[in-house]
């Protein structure tokens, strides 16, 4: 997990700062990469007609080229995808070679940050396969509404990634939430939070991994850095079976 410091309204930097940080985390042993919420932009909302990266390409590229240079996989953050309907709030993963994966436009829009005023929401499903696990990803706010994750549980995910501009002030609910998502849905949860500030607000890091215990593997703090941890898709079958709390569901009744 990359824990950047995202130059507001400056993509191009926040590109070369990415390059960086990725060689690093390389070197680190990593195998799947994330970076945060709109990381190539910022909260530089009023300027995305501007700013935005139309259908998500440039970002798509740099992902890929990455990706392929270093062999490993990628949960690209999101980036703001100008489309044909407006400005949209995206999440991208690419695998080791290079490929496309999965694209999640964010669903829920956080009006105390103006999202509604200049994002549209998402259609997509958040479900996708990435390192041979059954996965889904989530933009920020989305981890406040536990049935969204749910339904990605009752799918098969196995982990469950998260990019985020978490703001430092509710930094406890971040963490607490996280640990919620990850034992309810006996899950692993990987969340990538962004540091730093931008003119309006001020972001918490304290990016996770949680295992499907609720227990931290992992656990940033409130400066730019690397975060890394090792996680077992065994460990998810095995939590499932010592509470099988999927089998125990009552669907008729919810």
Request: glycine share 8%.
């Amino acid at each position: 997990m990359i824990q950047l410091d995202i130059n507001y309204g400056d993509p191009q930097s926040n590109f070369s700062r990415a390059s960086e940080y990725i060689g690093k985390a390389v070197k680190s042993g990593a195998d799947i990469i994330l970076l945060p919420e709109l990381w190539t932009t910022g909260y530089d909302l009023t300027r995305l007609d501007e700013i935005a990266d139309d259908q998500a390409k440039k970002s798509i590229a740099f992902i890929q080229e990455q990706a392929k240079k270093y062999d490993v996989s990628l949960v690209g953050g999101s980036v703001a995808e100008k489309c044909e309907d407006g400005v949209r709030n995206t999440l991208l993963v690419i695998d080791n070679k290079g490929k496309l994966v999965h694209k999640y436009s964010k669903l829920h829009l956080f009006q105390l940050m103006d999202e509604h005023n200049y994002l549209e929401e998402g259609t997509d499903e958040a479900e996708f396969e990435l390192a041979g696990a059954d996965s889904a990803a989530f933009i920020c706010y989305d981890i406040r509404f536990p049935e969204w994750m749910r339904k990605s549980a009752l799918n098969g995910a196995k982990v469950m990634y998260v990019v985020a501009e978490w703001p430092k002030p509710r930094i406890n609910h971040w963490k607490v939430l996280l640990q919620a998502r990850a034992i309810e849905n006996q899950c692993y949860v990987i969340a990538c939070n962004r540091i730093g500030s931008d003119p309006k607000n001020e972001f918490g890091g304290m990016s996770l991994i949680i295992d499907p215990w609720g227990e931290v593997v992992a656990e940033g703090g409130e400066t730019e850095e690397i975060v890394i941890g090792e996680i077992d898709f065994e460990l998810v079958d095995e939590v499932r079976k010592r509470i099988p709390v999927f089998r125990d569901r009552r669907d008729e009744r919810y």
